[in-house]
């Protein structure tokens, strides 16, 4: 099961975001709150729109509830957000990968707290991605990750939660061994492919993997 969620954050180019959209194929796809106006904006019926609905304007719902898109009003105050909320209906509709659309750029506490997210998608062994018109990103946790692209993507390699460690990068300009990444520096910084796939590997950590296209 494969569903996307859409989030009120940048998306600058909607009809190479639309064209990711139907080439990805999603069973579902969810609009946190005000992620709603960038699937009206691509002309796309998405099946849930989720939140408090403060985000999004009145006749943006009223037209997709003419749709019959499903939605689900929370109100302002509450201990989720809507992104969580949108996270936890994707669970129980059985995702086995969730990629986030709309998840970067404006208000930086909302956009670290949805890189954030992807550690807490990936504990529960869902697979998930952040995608943009600039770069997508993904996690590693105490795994490899085959990542897909061009000869010259730029590829970004940074530990959280602490040192990232085994750290193995294959098919990269800049390869690396089991090496130990310490989360405090940025080596893995601006690495380049040099073929249109990569591999990233870490024995014990968790990796942020930044494809810049």
Do not use: W
Request: proline share 2%; hydrophobic share 35%.
């Amino acid at each position: 099961m494969k569903i996307c969620i859409v989030l009120n954050g940048e998306i600058q180019d909607y009809k190479n975001t639309k064209k990711i959209i139907y080439e990805n194929k999603y069973d579902y796809i969810i609009c946190a709150d005000g992620g709603a106006n960038h699937t009206y904006n691509m002309e796309i019926k998405p099946h849930y729109i989720i939140g408090d609905l403060d985000s999004v304007s009145n006749d943006i719902v009223n037209y997709y509830k003419k749709c019959g898109v499903k939605f689900e009003k929370f109100p302002s105050k509450k201990n989720e957000t809507d992104t969580e909320l949108c996270i936890y209906l994707a669970k129980q509709l059985g995702a086995k990968e969730i990629d986030f659309l709309g998840a970067l750029g404006g208000r930086i506490d909302h956009m670290l707290a949805n890189i954030n997210l992807l550690y807490y998608v990936r504990s529960m062994n869902i697979s998930t991605k952040i995608i943009s018109d600039k770069e997508d990103i993904y996690i590693a946790i105490d795994e490899e990750k085959i990542i897909n692209g061009n000869k010259g993507d730029t590829i970004s390699v940074i530990p959280i939660k602490g040192d990232a460690i085994g750290v193995t990068l294959k098919e990269l300009e800049y390869p690396l061994t089991d090496y130990n990444m310490k989360y405090s520096l940025p080596l893995g910084i601006s690495n380049v492919m040099v073929k249109s796939k990569c591999s990233v590997k870490v024995n014990k950590g968790n990796l942020l993997i930044i494809r810049n296209k």
